[in-house]
């Protein structure tokens, strides 16, 4: 039963076009994340919802809009897809450090191809 | 501006070796430090981690090593084997306020039979 899940896996799409990517996890987490993985595999943080409010938000351009329909729920939609929105989309949870287990765990990702 | 400074970038090792991976840190709020462990086509999972009031940890064949003065950390993986080879995140985060975690750029290892 996977934790963390993602779709799509692989998204290939054209310059222009809008498109989204869902995340769901089943481990009753507070706090979900999206990162971005380029291809110098370095992680960056673009958003944070804790039970369906944003609390971080990245300078991310905002062609990339995050909604949180609950807490089990973290999509994220891009419109006006450019060359370089291309890299890996990584959905992460986490619980609060007060529950004593500290520790985010990731989707297996989606990447996204612009051509 | 990276928060979180990682060496080296690659490192190939042979089985049965030692393997150390280097992490520096700017930001003194700071007061978690994670690695995480990525496969090819996976996203990256927690191996270990550890806070600022010890100076070391073990899990297993993995160990961290945190020296709080020079702002430094770094996994050392014992006896290594080819199953470890994989990309390795340091990463660091101020459990007050958002929690979030900054990672290191990764070290992709290689560990040769």
């Known amino acids: 039963d996977t934790a963390v899940s993602q779709t799509p896996k692989y998204l290939v799409t054209q310059m222009g076009n809008d498109k989204s990517i869902k995340c769901e996890q089943n481990?009753?987490?507070?706090?979900m994340y999206w990162y971005k993985q380029d291809s110098k595999k370095f992680l960056k943080i673009m958003f944070s919802y804790n039970n369906k409010e944003l609390i971080i938000n990245e300078t991310v351009p905002n062609r990339f809009s995050p909604k949180s329909p609950d807490k089990a729920h973290l999509n994220l939609h891009i419109n006006s897809l450019e060359l370089g929105d291309s890299a890996v989309y990584f959905c992460?949870?986490?619980?609060?450090?007060?529950?004593?287990?500290?520790?985010?765990?990731f989707g297996s990702g989606t990447r996204l191809t612009v051509v | 501006q990276q928060q979180v400074k990682q060496s080296p970038q690659s490192l190939i090792v042979q089985k049965g070796g030692i393997p150390i991976i280097n992490c520096a840190y700017e930001?003194?709020?700071?007061?978690?430090f994670p690695w995480y462990q990525q496969f090819p086509g996976k996203g990256p999972a927690l191996l270990i981690a550890i806070r600022p009031d010890v100076s070391e940890k073990k899990e297993g064949r993995f160990t961290i090593s945190f020296n709080k003065s020079a702002k430094q950390f770094s996994l050392h993986i014992m006896d290594s084997q080819p199953g470890d080879s994989a990309t390795y995140f340091c990463?660091?985060?101020?459990?007050?306020?958002?929690?979030?975690?900054?990672f290191g750029t990764g070290t992709r290892l290689t560990i040769i039979p």
């Open positions: 481990l009753g987490h507070d706090t």
């Open positions: 930001n003194t709020a700071f007061d978690y």
């Open positions: 990463a660091a985060s101020s459990l007050i306020g958002n929690e979030k975690l900054t």
């Open positions: 992460a949870s986490s619980p609060p450090f007060a529950q004593g287990l500290y520790g985010y765990t």
